[in-house]
Nanobody, 123 residues
Framework: QVQLVGSGGDLVQPGGSLRLSCAAS????????MGWFRQAPGKQRELVAT???????NYGDSVKGRFTISRDNAKKTVYLQMNSLNPEDTAVYYC?????????????????WGQGTQVTVSS
């Protein structure tokens, strides 16, 4: 069983910063891509940022230049540093990971989601 536990969401004023964390635990052989997605009320879930095991990153257009994704492979943790936050960034933020697990007699690639952490940007 694999779990992703996200944390760090909060209420912050426009222009402020937050750092989200998401730690993976369980029967993990290795973790490939990790990422963050968000979903605002009444909207579809959208990509925020992804990072490969080697550190290559990809960002959604709306967060480029403001958000930075990073990871600590030893801690099985992905981070999202969010700067210059604005009300349009208000959403539930979900972490995601492509994980290799050992199931019975073979390795299997599985995709997991965290439980979500609320970020609210408001004055």
């Amino acid at each position: 069983q694999v779990q992703l536990v996200g944390s760090g969401g909060d209420l912050v004023q426009p222009g402020g910063s937050l750092r989200l964390s998401c730690a993976a635990s369980g029967s993990i052989v290795s973790i490939n891509d990790m990422g963050w997605f968000r979903q605002a009320p009444g909207k579809q879930r959208e990509l925020v940022a992804t990072i490969t095991k080697g550190g290559d990153t990809n960002y959604g257009d709306s967060v480029k230049g403001r958000f930075t994704i990073s990871r600590d492979n030893a801690k099985k943790t992905v981070y999202l540093q969010m700067n210059s936050l604005n009300p349009e960034d208000t959403a539930v933020y979900y972490c995601n990971a492509d994980v290799m697990v050992w199931e019975r007699v073979t390795f299997r690639a599985r995709n997991y989601w965290g439980q979500g952490t609320q970020v609210t940007v408001s004055s």
